[in-house]
Structures are given as structure tokens and as C-alpha cells.
């Protein structure tokens, strides 16, 4: 399993960008999906996870302003960021568990993921 993270870039203050996570691999469908960040300075934190039946999770402070959303046909993760602060500068991470079962909760914890992907820079200018 493969991921690849794109969409990152400098946005203002109040922005928005689109992350997209592509997964390589047969068994996307049972894949389970997060995202993370790691700000500078500080440790690599949660952001949005989502299980194969498309249920989220989110970090508490971003909810409502983040997005994440699936698409098993092309075989990917996006996430979609609004309101964008300059706190949210970070490069974002996305990371896959590529066999769960259907019931699996979206997962907020780095250690239920196997598979990373290299991370896209996001900056939000003030």
C-alpha cells in the first residue's frame, strides 16, 4: 500500500484547500483513512480519520470547518479545509489501516495506521 498526499500550498487567512489522498493497493474499499498534521515545533496531532463506511471523526477544535470525504472508485481520501487560520499551518499527513472490518470506528490513534504517506505542506498566511 501506497499514499500519496497533494493539494497543499500558501492560502490567506479565512481560505480554503482541498487535500486528496491516493491509495494504491486492491483493497481500498476496506480502508480506513487519517489524516494528520505536524506543526512546527510540535508533535504530529490528529485531524480527521474515516472508516470504510464513510463515518468521520474529527479533531473537536476543527469541527465544522473540516471535511473529510472518500471516494472508493478512484481510490481516494480528500480533505476539505475552510476558514483556514494561520494556526493550521502543518504539514498533513495521510495514513491507511488497509483491512478493517465494517464496523471498525474511525480511528483517532497514529498506532491503528500502517501506511504513511509523505506529507503535503500547508501554510496559511495572516
Known amino acids: 500500500v501506497q499514499l500519496q498526499a497533494s493539494g497543499g500550498g500558501l492560502v490567506q487567512a479565512g481560505g480554503s484547500l482541498s487535500l486528496s489522498c491516493a491509495v494504491s493497493g486492491r483493497t481500498f474499499s476496506r480502508t480506513a483513512v487519517g489524516w494528520f498534521r505536524r506543526a512546527p515545533g510540535k508533535e504530529r496531532e490528529f485531524v480527521a480519520a474515516i472508516n470504510r463506511s464513510s463515518r468521520t471523526k474529527y479533531l473537536e477544535s476543527l469541527q465544522g470547518r473540516f471535511t473529510v470525504s472518500r471516494d472508493n472508485d478512484k481510490k481516494t481520501v480528500s480533505l476539505q479545509m475552510n476558514m483556514l487560520k494561520p494556526e493550521d499551518t502543518a504539514v498533513y499527513y495521510c495514513?491507511?489501516?488497509?483491512?478493517?472490518?465494517?464496523?471498525?470506528?474511525?480511528?483517532?490513534?497514529?498506532?491503528?495506521?500502517?501506511?504513511w504517506g509523505q506529507g503535503t505542506q500547508v501554510t496559511v498566511s495572516s
Open positions: 495514513a491507511a489501516n488497509p483491512n478493517v472490518i465494517l464496523s471498525t470506528a474511525p480511528s483517532s490513534n497514529e498506532e491503528d495506521y500502517y501506511y
